[in-house]
């Protein structure tokens, strides 16, 4: 059968019960139970997305370790991958993407390993990218990526697989975005309403497209509404201490960007310390 005749599949577990916890293991495979990551455990719901690990998709090796440091990061940056929207939603595409990100990453741009800690296919996949993030998150710290230029020290970057200049992204992919983004809320304590940003909310970028860009004022509202139903009280916005530095200064968006798969926008600068 043709891959293009699958349809999508919402990755994860349905909302049946509030477990509490906020680890994954290898595979797939959500663990409940109280966790221990440092202060009172997070409550989540048994819809916590299921990510594979890099063992899972194959993962080359990096050729160094990622730096993993005790900062919590303050914003969650929302990318596209600037390629195909592919009509294939199965796990296996879902592996291959990140082959093919992280190939690019290492071979063409000469990186260490994959840039962004996560990254989420059109089926609604969601992978581990960088080494040592899913441990680095669950321990409420932060791998040091590479996906959005002088600021990749306080952020957590979400590739989504395809091209959303004019493009709907599947509901697959959104669900999937939605609850990721809400376990990244909890774990790291950040209010959806201020934390959840585009790309070009800090670089001179199109990404994450215009589409995606637009929608992500009812991305915020989505994680927002998932974490009050299971009961989450986080901080209201404008009540964290973020550092100036830390805040987007929303460039001016290019009108003329260069178009090459896997291309989207600055990723390293002078301010950054991995690759």
Not at 132 to 158: C, F, K
Not at 249 to 264: G, I, K, L, S
């Amino acid at each position: 059968m043709a891959t293009h005749e699958q349809r999508p599949v919402k990755a994860g577990l349905s909302r049946r019960n509030v477990f509490r916890g906020a680890a994954v293991a290898a595979g797939g495979v959500l663990l409940g139970g109280a966790v221990d990551l440092g202060g009172a455990p997070v409550v989540l719901a048994a819809g916590t997305p299921v990510i594979y690990a890099r063992a899972d998709w194959k993962a080359r090796k990096a050729t160094q370790s990622s730096q993993v440091v005790s900062t919590m990061p303050d914003h969650i940056v929302v990318h596209h991958t600037a390629t195909a929207n592919a009509t294939n939603y199965s796990k296996e595409h879902a592996f291959s993407l990140s082959r093919g990100i992280q190939n690019h990453h290492m071979n063409s741009n000469g990186w260490n390993d994959t840039g962004q800690q996560l990254t989420i296919s059109r089926g609604g996949h969601i992978m581990e990218g960088r080494n040592r993030s899913i441990d680095a998150i669950v321990q409420r710290r932060h791998v040091i990526g590479a996906h959005v230029a002088n600021h990749n020290s306080h952020t957590v970057g979400i590739e989504n697989e395809g091209t959303y200049t004019s493009a709907t992204p599947p509901g697959a992919l959104m669900d999937s975005l939605v609850e990721t983004c809400a376990w990244l809320c909890v774990v790291y304590r950040l209010d959806p309403k201020r934390a959840i940003v585009g790309h070009r909310d800090f670089n001179a970028t199109s990404c994450p497209g215009d589409k995606l860009y637009s929608m992500l004022p009812k991305l915020r509202t989505d994680v927002a509404a998932l974490l009050d139903r299971l009961k989450t009280t986080l901080p209201q916005a404008g009540t964290e201490q973020v550092p100036d530095a830390n805040c987007p200064d929303f460039p001016d968006v290019p009108q003329n960007e260069r178009a090459m798969e896997f291309y989207h926008g600055p990723t390293v600068g002078s301010r950054d310390t991995a690759g």
